[in-house]
């Protein structure tokens, strides 16, 4: 299946700081690219949808300036916590589209995530 | 957002037992995934399913996409140690939505 890379795996950061999570896929062009929450023994939830080109969208409930999504090119998404706080610490998951070309069929490959600690 | 029930929660079995679970919803889905996610690490596509009855297979993996498209189903035969893991069924309402909804997850448990 399609490789989704997914950087850097683990951080830890203090009270305030900003971290830049990032998204690739490396075998194929995502125009689409999704940021996921997880919080432990729970499911996935989704946080925006980041589109190549223009805005992220993002779900509700969710800051959109304290989560900023920036999609620069067809295999780079980034997501970025700006002062993060101890309540933001959380396991952060990033997806991209991969469509079967010819085919009304695609698939959703995820990167390896990032476990984010505020301390 | 929805959420997708899926059962059972967590699972302990024998080395060598075969494994079921199921994902259902209260809405139609038009397609039907199967993840499993190990600690720490984002979740791994096991099974794409795309029309009403569909059943695939993957290795020791099946699933199916139940006909009234409310449901679906994983089994795992003969399991082995490295199948443990927690496994997410998640669905979407049409092709190229952006929200893939998540199922709660089962996790699995197997003792050699």
């Not at chain 2, 967590?10 to 996610?37: H, P, R």
């Not at chain 2, 569909?54 to 993996?61: A, F, H, P, Q, Y």
Request: net charge neutral; with cysteine.
């Amino acid at each position: 299946g399609a490789v989704v890379s997914q950087h850097p795996s683990r951080v830890i950061c203090k009270s305030g700081t900003s971290v830049k999570i990032e998204c690739r896929s490396l075998d194929f062009q995502a125009t689409t690219m999704f940021w996921y929450r997880q919080f432990p023994k729970q499911s996935l939830m989704l946080m925006a949808t980041s589109n190549e080109g223009s805005k992220a969208t993002y779900e509700q409930g969710v800051e959109k300036d304290k989560f900023l999504i920036n999609h620069a090119s067809l295999t780079l998404s980034t997501l970025t916590v700006t002062s993060a706080h101890p309540e933001d610490s959380s396991f952060y998951i990033c997806s991209a589209r991969d469509p079967i070309p010819g085919q009304d069929k695609e698939k959703l490959f995820f990167g390896s995530g990032t476990q984010l600690s505020v301390l | 957002g929805q959420q997708l029930n899926q059962s059972p929660q967590s699972m302990f079995i024998q080395e060598g037992e075969d494994v079921s679970m199921n994902c259902t919803s209260s809405s139609i889905f038009n397609t039907w995934l199967w993840y499993k996610q190990d600690p720490g690490e984002g979740p791994v596509l096991l099974i794409a399913l795309y029309k009403a009855g569909e059943l695939t297979s993957n290795g020791r993996l099946t699933a199916q996409f139940g006909i009234t498209r409310k449901d679906s189903f994983l089994n795992i035969s003969a399991s082995i140690p490295s199948d443990v893991g927690i496994y997410f069924c998640a669905g979407t309402f049409q092709t190229g939505a952006n929200n893939l909804f998540f199922g709660t997850g089962t996790r699995l448990t197997v003792i050699p």
